[in-house]
């Protein structure tokens, strides 16, 4: 298929848009220190060195930490087969743990990590003939015009791995008809992880030759501990029953507003465990708030509730009086699910759209969350037939009572998370499918028989 270019109006939209940006970099980054380098990145200015693989380079763009969370096991079975990764992020978090998920690989010269390209040709073109990719994948959703159509002059196969298109996210891609439709024409496939998003891929114009529907890679994204996170959740479990059981749930991922609804639910949840006169009258929360430059205000926060807090980034020990633990610090989220009884996603009690459930569940968790779960919607559906979570109105008045209500019974009744453990084990398969499908691209390219 001949590449499709965007409309005019887009290229000189994106021309106009591109000084704007940077100084919005300039300000946004003006603190960080890697400011020099994101701004020469995203206008292709300078990058580092390009990995070294016998099978090529793969070009992946994970727009945040949640993205590439979910691409982390395809991304390392992609390293397996012989291939190289360049991995773009848009933000800061996707951009650090980038750094921190392939430490070993980036002094191997086997990943190579960068801010994303701005859709402006000339930073595409510097971009990409600095890499070379054989091949490029964008996790779940963020496509842009120029870019798709660079790669497709270049003959250079883009996929949609992952892929995801919520129906407000459809409406914004179909008032913009012509941008959307050179986008579907210049993919090479959608691997959509429902058939709700394909249908819409369909409706922008994508073929049935293109899409296809396979499960989403979130039920292997965590599906289990790294040995430094197993380690971490056992010292911590020996320090916090040191007094005896305490109760222990953990709130993650959580968003301005669900702090405090998790600190005020804590505190009714200890005055309700008290007036039944429960073993484990004296629970213990764990809270992740989901960026860092909010961990300050949050523990601000946890002080003016009267709360004992501990914080984990000043390596606070734990007492028998202590009331919460903030967990203050980057990728040890999967150790403090292992603590927990019940486990309680956050994005879900505030119109953000819900955090990775399969989590919790690939270790056995119960699992609480909230109605807006637009991110995670057919996770969400499947635990609930499974029995492993529980969901609340999150528009509701009283949902911390809701959520006091159903942490006491989970306490009550000891209920498990064992079913959900068991469906993320069932759908382990989605790896396999959607690596092969991205192999079977890759192939039918070098064969000179390409979509």
């Known amino acids: 298929m001949m590449p499709v270019a965007p409309p005019l109006y887009y290229k000189v939209a994106i021309s106009l848009l591109a000084p704007i940006y940077r100084m919005m970099v300039k300000k946004k980054s003006r603190h960080r220190p890697t400011l020099t380098r994101e701004l020469g990145e995203r206008f292709g200015e300078q990058y580092l060195p390009a990995p070294k693989a016998d099978k090529g380079v793969i070009w992946c763009h994970a727009v945040s930490l949640g993205e590439l969370n979910t691409a982390y096991p395809l991304l390392k079975k992609l390293l397996d087969a012989g291939f190289g990764l360049w991995i773009s992020s848009t933000t800061q978090t996707g951009f650090e743990r980038a750094s921190r998920l392939f430490v070993d690989e980036i002094e191997q010269s086997r990943v190579s990590h960068s801010f994303v390209p701005v859709d402006s040709p000339v930073a595409i073109q510097r971009f990409l003939a600095h890499v070379q990719p054989v091949m490029t994948l964008f996790i779940e959703t963020e496509l842009w015009a120029n870019t798709l159509y660079e790669l497709k002059k270049q003959h250079i196969p883009a996929l949609m791995v992952n892929a995801r298109l919520t129906d407000k996210s459809y409406q914004g891609y179909a008032k913009i008809t012509k941008v959307s439709r050179s986008m579907m024409a210049n993919l090479d496939k959608i691997i959509a992880q429902d058939s709700d998003s394909a249908k819409r891929f369909l409706a922008l114009g994508a073929n049935n030759a293109q899409v296809v529907v396979v499960d989403s890679l979130k039920w292997v994204s965590q599906s289990g501990l790294t040995p430094a996170n197993q380690q971490l959740a056992k010292t911590m479990a020996d320090v916090i029953h040191t007094a005896g059981r305490r109760a222990v749930w953990t709130m993650a991922s959580t968003h301005d507003g669900e702090e405090l609804l998790a600190l005020s639910a804590h505190r009714q949840l200890i005055d309700k465990l008290q007036s039944l006169s429960n073993q484990q009258a004296n629970p213990l ?64 009690f505030v119109p953000v759209g819900g955090h990775n459930p399969i989590e919790p569940a690939s270790l056995g968790k119960p699992i609480i969350m909230g109605s807006y779960d637009d991110n995670c919607h057919l996770l969400t559906k499947e635990l609930r037939k499974a029995g492993a979570l529980a969901q609340l109105d999150a528009t509701d008045a009283q949902v911390a009572d809701k959520l006091i209500e159903a942490l006491v019974q989970t306490y009550v009744y000891h209920w498990s998370g064992e079913q959900g453990e068991r469906l993320v084990k069932a759908k382990q398969s989605a790896l396999t499918h959607q690596f092969d499908e ?12 390409g979509l």
């Not at 000043?314 to 028998?320: F, K, P």
């Not at 991205?438 to 028989?449: N, R």
């Open 285 to 348: 929360l764990i809270l992740v708030p989901r960026h860092p430059e909010r961990f300050d205000a949050v523990y601000q926060l946890c002080c003016e509730m009267g709360l004992v807090t501990a914080r984990r980034s000043a390596n606070d020990v734990i007492t028998a009086e202590t009331q919460v633990y903030l967990a203050d610090t980057m990728g040890e989220l999967m150790a403090w699910y292992q603590l927990c009884d019940v486990a309680v996603v956050g994005g879900s």
């Open 438 to 449: 991205i192999m079977s691209v890759l192939h039918h390219t070098e064969d000179g028989h």
